[in-house]
């Protein structure tokens, strides 16, 4: 297990995401992790792209708590969530990569986000990205701009 992994598991122990380490049999929608019961199942044989389990915590963190354990791997269809919530888990997920002092490169590496890597590191890095505002809305972080505001996080969870 890479020390980038480690630090990322110790930081989802800290803020309360739960996750196990297994095999999993079944393909998912990135390889080496998928969501069951709002918790993340981790298989670090699979795993190619540990940046990826950022996202999907994202997912799992702008969950109501009331609702969250009903997540699993498809999260349109298990839980409804929709464009939204997409974007707040890529503005959460950039909060995280903040938090843990790692690169852009690191969550949106080449091979994800359907192309549009670069143009995610470029939003958020020089344009203060999007999704951000849900992230306030829900009660997670000041508004970006503010003193303290976002990609900073008074809470990493959604009540």
Not at 141 to 151: L, S, V, W
Request: aromatic content about 10%; some cysteine.
């Amino acid at each position: 297990m890479t020390d980038e992994l480690h630090k990322i598991l110790d930081f989802f122990s800290t803020i309360g995401i739960s996750w196990t380490l297994q095999p999993l049999t079944q393909a998912g929608f990135l390889p080496g992790v998928q969501i069951k019961n709002g918790g993340l199942c981790i298989d670090t044989q699979q795993l190619k792209y540990p940046g990826d389990l950022l996202h999907e915590a994202g997912h799992i963190a702008v969950m109501p708590a009331a609702s969250r354990h009903l997540l699993q791997e498809d999260v349109r269809k298990s839980a409804g969530q929709g464009p939204a919530e997409e974007m707040a888990a890529i503005a959460w997920s950039w909060a995280a990569l903040t938090a843990l002092q790692l690169p852009p490169e690191f969550l949106f590496h080449p091979a994800g986000y359907k192309g549009g890597s670069a143009a995610y590191i470029t939003a958020f890095s020089e344009q203060g990205g999007f999704g951000h505002p849900l992230l306030s809305w829900y009660g997670l972080c000041q508004p970006a701009g503010q003193a303290g505001g976002y990609p900073q996080m008074q809470r990493w969870l959604r009540p």
